[in-house]
């Protein structure tokens, strides 16, 4: 009898396989689970990409927009040195509620402060108090990326990387018949990223598409 061979990993898969299991991260999405909230954490390669870029480029203050449960969060905070500072907007409080647990039981509960809200006006506080961040990772809602992006440069210090996920939205940017607010909007963050001459960017397409630029 033929035998039937089974179908090939992705290229994702294969990757997510090549590593051993993280288990506060593991913890982290099965509390998400048991809470009912979306299952919306970034992906677990990006999710290390974001570890190693925090510590490559030596950012001492985070900022991230939108928290959920703290995957991204951890990462973030991961990559800091001692004394690095992660900021987090949550537009939901029991979700940052959730957040501050997970981070604290994974040793960075003193690294992060949360605020809670819609994320525009806090970032309009976060400006006229003269806060600063050198590391910008935005990951809420997609109809507001090009305005997040705005703020991430006139809040960012000179050099500063500013990363946005689900950039191909499950690929409705690449099909012209998606005309919907979320789509429009997020292809004019990725042309905003691709051509403002404050930034140098590069999109990475695996997964649901990450882009990384550095204010120039
Ligand atoms: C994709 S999830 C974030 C996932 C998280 N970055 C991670 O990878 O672990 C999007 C989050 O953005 C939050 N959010 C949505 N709209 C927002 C807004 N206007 N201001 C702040 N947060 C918002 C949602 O409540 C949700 O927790």
């Not at 009912?36 to 954490?41: A, C, F, L």
């Not at 605020?115 to 990951?139: C, S, V």
């Amino acid at each position: 009898m033929e035998q039937q061979s089974s179908p090939l990993p992705t290229a994702e898969q294969y990757v997510d396989d090549l590593y051993a299991q993280d288990e506060q991260l593991e913890f982290v999405l099965q509390s998400i689970r048991d809470n009912g909230m979306p299952q919306i954490s970034v992906k677990r390669g990006y999710g290390r990409l974001l570890t190693l870029l925090v510590k490559m480029t030596r950012a001492g203050r985070v900022l991230e927009i939108g928290a959920l449960g703290g995957y991204s969060g951890i990462c973030l905070a991961r990559g800091l040195a001692k004394g690095g500072t992660l900021m987090s907007l949550e537009l939901r409080e029991e979700y940052a509620k959730l957040a501050h647990e997970n981070l604290t039981k994974a040793g960075f509960g003193n690294t992060v402060t949360y605020m809670t809200g819609e994320a525009l006006p806090n970032l309009e506080k976060l400006y006229a108090h003269n806060e600063r961040f050198d590391f910008f990772f935005i990951d809420a809602d997609k109809g507001n990326y090009p305005n997040y992006l705005e703020w991430a440069i006139k809040l960012g210090t000179p050099g500063a990387i500013i990363i946005g996920d689900n950039t191909l939205l499950h690929n409705k940017v690449m099909d012209p018949a998606e005309q919907g607010n979320n789509v429009r909007r997020m292809r004019e963050f990725n042309r905003m990223m691709a051509e403002d001459p404050r930034l140098e960017s590069v999109m990475l397409t695996a997964y649901d598409g990450l882009t990384i630029a550095r204010i120039v």
